[in-house]
């Protein structure tokens, strides 16, 4: 028999006041779980016409602040975030049965905070992030593939290759963090955590 916690769910959801510690669990243990990007993540924005769009991007930090992401900034992300700065994460896991919710506002990292991960990038990326017009219309791939070269002829020096204006990071800092446990007939468990000026308020909701 599953071990439960006090609010009679699996032990899993812990017993903690933070949700952040319940999720640097769960990432830890889906880091050596998941065969391929554990910090894959679904990212929802919605644009000044209230029409929703989703797509995945890589989780690349977080702490009590939020969870951070990159991304070029004229991208369509990028677009609908600097217009309306709310967005939604949804990370599954489907070798653990699990799923993280998250909702909540959105601002910008650092500049220091920016450079330091653009510099961690290997070569190919960080030339990539110079050469993608990213989600505008592309002609022919080789127009893309001759950019790539243009600006390996620029940036010759591999490790002297400056991160480009229009590419920086976000962190979206959560009112609501949901963590949900596959179950046997669609009786899923589910702990939700909504945030208020000082603490974190959690409850059990139906599946």
């Known amino acids: 028999m599953n ?5 009679g769910l699996d032990v899993c959801f812990m017993n903690e006041d933070d949700p952040f510690t319940v999720f640097k669990e769960w990432m830890s243990e889906a880091e050596k779980n998941e065969i391929n990007d554990p910090n894959a993540v ?13 797509r995945m991007v890589l989780l690349k930090g977080f702490d009590k602040k939020g969870f951070v992401f990159f991304t070029n900034l004229n991208s369509k992300k990028g677009t609908d975030l600097k217009k309306i700065p709310k967005a939604s994460m949804c990370f599954h896991w489907k070798s653990l049965l699990r799923q993280v919710r998250i909702s909540g506002d959105i601002s910008s990292i650092s500049n220091n905070e920016a450079d330091e991960y653009f510099n961690s990038r290997s070569y190919l990326s960080r030339i ?3 050469s993608s017009n990213q989600s505008k219309p592309m002609e022919t791939r080789d127009a893309f593939l001759n950019k790539i070269e243009e600006y390996k002829n620029k940036f010759k020096d591999e490790n002297n290759v400056p991160r480009p204006k229009h590419w920086s990071g976000f962190l979206l800092a959560p009112n609501k963090i949901e963590f949900w446990k596959d179950v046997e007939g669609r009786l ?7 945030k208020n000026p000082s603490s974190w308020i959690k409850k059990i909701l139906y599946p």
Do not use: C, F, I
Request: proline share 4%; aromatic share 8%; glycine share 4%.
């Open 3 to 7: 071990k439960k916690n006090n609010l």
């Open 128 to 130: 990539g992030a110079w």
């Open 42 to 54: 679904a990212l929802a924005t919605v644009n000044e016409s209230n029409q929703p769009d989703v």
């Open 188 to 194: 899923h468990q589910r702990l939700e955590y909504t």
